[in-house]
């Protein structure tokens, strides 16, 4: 398990992630598949066919239904929905956080109710690492609190504090279960994820803290999340310079096309974001040039595919006109068509990126990239 | 275009019916895709894959969105859905008196309101005809009225006499239609459909009156709208021996397997329903020894395939637990999931009932697919 950087130029590079399930080209974009399912009628058998390296998949959705046990008795998340390339798992903290009721912190972990059955759960590091060694992904990421972005400071502080310590307790649970003879990965891996809200110098401490404890990858989380895309691009110049240069990596949530490219150039490996299955299903298609509302009239009797020369399932068989006529009947085949468009769309984009990166010509990409991404705006 | 019946055992008839779209081999059963697409974000490119001979569209649908116009000048159906296999469209009749408010049936036609935008449409044998050569689809159904199985005697006589008549001009109008020039299929077929709601004496003369006018195919049209499978078998049985014996009989809207093995039986070469889609969507899937109810609990951790040695997509990749939990999650592959296993059972006992009639042993097919069918009862 290790990460090889194979090219730089500037702050970006091109690397390889090696993983028990394969080996990562970065940058990467991961495919957000919540509930062990890409929304969007996708299968993982589609996945092969629209360039996907890894799944994400979410563990506070997965211990509510169906149960991360019930998971482990079937083999785990790889046999459960039929993958066998890389997956992470998310460590449930954001869902907590942010979708479940009635939430309590303390020391120990936070006390909620399920969102779909209004049950008690409580989950703190422990849990959240059983949780994931039960889903038994390739990667999992370390229980955490996301302050607000507009949180004060002395709250972002004493949060940091908190979730370095979980950060701890995370470590030593995952080495525990590593090791215990029915654990279905035993060479799960934790990722450590770097908070501090819009605070500069909280983020270096903590960037600094979490380093020391040699994880063989590390997240920026909490960005998104509100603040301007400014704020963003200064908070990860300023923070990835103290994190392992000789480890991946990971904005959380993020992003955009051109937050995608902004973040490679700032030394991002790894990135996630539902945009490209949420847009699809309203409709919303990405094109190098922008993106395309596929409800506007203009579409209606278009014949050409979603973008001229892509090769994706949707582009190879169909025309706008069609998927518009199929999105505005509310036929699910609509929505298919358009979130596996936009999902090939993000990865044939970190592939353009990392051939851009492999022949040293990723800054002559980004600046005309941008540009392109800026010609249409519907 | 003609029909070859290259072996009978009783009145079940194996047969070749050859259209400009190709062969179809009989007897069929045509995949429903209302507007252009079969529910469940099912894609023409999957029908190969799960051995789909020949689609069905709605023309009440198509004209009403995106409008047959608009398909026309795009290429027809077969382009707009990148489908090169034969389409069989219904009439649109079937939806103007079940679906469309307001209706006001003159001899002319049918005045009735959209149900999509509430304006007023005007429907006749001449526009019903303009409709289906303007979608370009393989087989055309006549415009007809379906009276339901409980009308009285003399509105069935009345109406079954305007049928004949609406069937003579919709012949006329589409001989017209496929000599024009802008004309995309100038070899469509019309398929005439009888009538007679449960009055076999009814049944058997407009049977007769339409074999004469010598049309590629016949129809027989409202059954299963609320009579007793034993009512709709002995219909059957009255009416098909006054069709012509060298024509394909067409079995509209029918049905379970069961019903589709009797109908076999009693000398029907094509059938189409939505129950594999519609139940597909519910959880409810088919298999041999009959429906099983995904949403039971009993399949919670149920690692076989819906169906074991099945062929289908789903069953070539996926659990019934990992099935069962995206129907709860109402993910939306689960249902595609579904929807195709079911399809793939209907065209594979078509296939199966093919190949018992090519070996002389469909009778003894029959009794055993019958008795195994009644085995599970969810």
Known sequence: MSFDVIKKEGAA????????????????????????????????????????????????????????????????????????????????????FSLAGLRKIKEEGVTFHSHVDGRIIFMGPEESMQIQSNLASTIAMAFDECPSSTSERSYVEASVARTTRWLERCKKEMDRLNSLPDTINKQQMLFGI???????????????????????????????????????????????????????????????????????YRGIDFFDCVYPSRNGRHGHLYTHRGKINLFNAKYERDERPIEEGCRCPACRNYSRAYIRHLLKAKEMLGMRLSVLHNLYFYNHLMEEIRDALDGGRFEAFRKQALEDLNTLNE
Do not use: C
């Open 194 to 264: 770097n908070q501090g809200a819009v605070y500069d110098d909280i983020r270096i401490e903590h960037a600094k803290t979490i380093s020391e404890m040699d994880l063989p990858g590390y997240a920026i989380g909490g960005l998104a999340v509100g603040e301007t895309h400014e704020e963003m691009y200064r908070i990860i110049e300023a923070t990835v310079p103290y994190l392992p240069s000789n480890k991946p990596v990971y904005l959380m949530g993020v992003g955009t096309p051109a937050n995608i490219i902004e973040g490679v």
């Open 13 to 96: 590079k091109r690397g390889v992630f090696h993983t028990v399930h394969g080996d990562i080209q970065t940058p990467v974009f991961m495919n957000v598949g919540t509930v062990a399912a890409i929304k969007g009628a996708v299968a993982t058998t589609d996945l092969y066919d629209i360039g996907t390296q890894v799944e994400l998949s979410n563990t506070y959705h997965l211990h509510v239904r169906p149960g991360d046990k019930l998971i482990h008795d079937l083999g785990g998340l790889h046999k459960f929905m039929n993958w066998t390339r890389p997956i992470l798992t998310d460590s449930g903290g954001f869902q907590v």
